[in-house]
């Protein structure tokens, strides 16, 4: 593995307009003081100079405006390079509408469109001709986004404040990040997460806060990032199982976690309710993990088809009730 260069590390984050004391800078690269002044001469020595000045008593450092806003990337592509990634870029419209990127994408694929001579537009303009329909998710708040998009990029852990689904808050909940997946427009993290001790996933517009810690080893040698992905996604149908609608109501409390979170790759939202809870449907095979997913919500969730697994999580439910009923035993 390849580790992020300490001094490029600072500069990208210079290049944003961040402005960075060398308390800052320890804490980024997680470094000594002695290393992280080293790194911070490094970084005016190599690149554009490194404007100083006094902010509340401690000495910052920042970029001048002139060398923010980001890096160029030129290349040279032929007439049908451009406009395949072109065609990609408005692909990738909806994954990306939830984020920040979503305005530069379009940007981007405006100026691609007109390097390929397919039409002629300013290139603020959104070209016209090209729609891939789609779905999105819930917005993800820039911050969240870049620090999240650190932590998987430079395998560094992170530090997370999460509401999943039942409503619960965590604070400086510590996750190892392995990969970002976007499903149906959802943007969710796959991690290590170190309370729970197994790679689990977090809806990206949960997590209200995110600080980048300290490097980790990534996933074990033998972890299959697809290989995950086919059974945490698509783990609800069964081999060669008849697949069925699965429908559910959803109250008021669970719905929000179905807007930023797409638990399955066919899960649609057919009806929004004036009290705030919906109907949400699947289109899979009836298996023992799809009951386990609806009881993971309590009451929050109804199973309204098929009957077959209404009343296989009605008579789980009824076990349950009745064990307690019974009392303690000695």
Request: hydrophobic share 40%.
């Amino acid at each position: 593995m390849r580790h992020p260069d300490p001094a490029e590390t600072l500069r990208r984050r210079l290049r944003r307009g961040e402005v960075l004391s060398n308390a800052d800078v320890r804490e980024i690269l997680g470094v000594t003081e002695r290393h992280a002044r080293r790194v911070l001469k490094e970084v005016g020595r190599t690149g554009p100079p490194l404007v100083s000045r006094q902010d509340d008593g401690r000495k910052v450092f920042c970029y001048a405006p002139e060398h923010q806003g980001g890096d160029s990337f030129p290349v040279e592509l032929s007439e049908e390079e451009a406009l395949a990634l072109a065609f990609a870029a408005e692909a990738a419209r909806t994954a990306l509408e939830p984020t920040h990127l979503a305005e530069p994408l379009s940007r981007a694929a405006a100026r691609l469109f007109q390097a390929a001579d397919v039409l002629t537009f300013e290139p603020e303009e959104t070209p016209a001709l090209v729609r891939f329909a789609g779905e999105t998710g819930a917005h993800v708040p820039r911050d969240i986004f870049r620090a999240v998009w650190d932590g998987v990029r430079e395998r560094r852990s992170l530090a997370v404040d999460y509401v999943n689904a039942g409503g619960r808050r965590s604070e400086d909940r510590r996750v190892d990040p392995y990969a970002l997946v976007v499903v149906r427009g959802s943007w969710t993290l796959v991690a290590y997460d170190h309370e729970r001790r197994h790679v689990g996933h977090f809806a990206l517009p949960a997590v209200e806060r995110a600080v980048v810690g300290d490097p980790h080893d990534g996933p074990p040698a033998d972890f299959d990032v697809e290989q995950h992905l086919r059974d945490a996604f698509g783990g609800f149908a069964a081999a060669g199982a008849d697949v069925e609608t699965i429908r559910l109501e959803v109250s008021r409390a669970a719905a929000a976690s179905f807007r930023r979170k797409a638990y399955h790759p066919t899960q649609v939202i057919e009806d929004e309710r004036a009290d705030g809870s919906m109907v949400v449907s699947f289109e899979t095979a009836l298996a023992p993990d799809l009951e386990a997913f609806v009881r993971s919500f309590g009451p929050a969730v109804r199973v309204t088809a098929p009957a077959a697994l209404a009343e296989s999580v009605a008579a789980a439910a009824r076990a349950t009730t009745e064990l307690y009923e019974e009392g303690p035993t000695d």
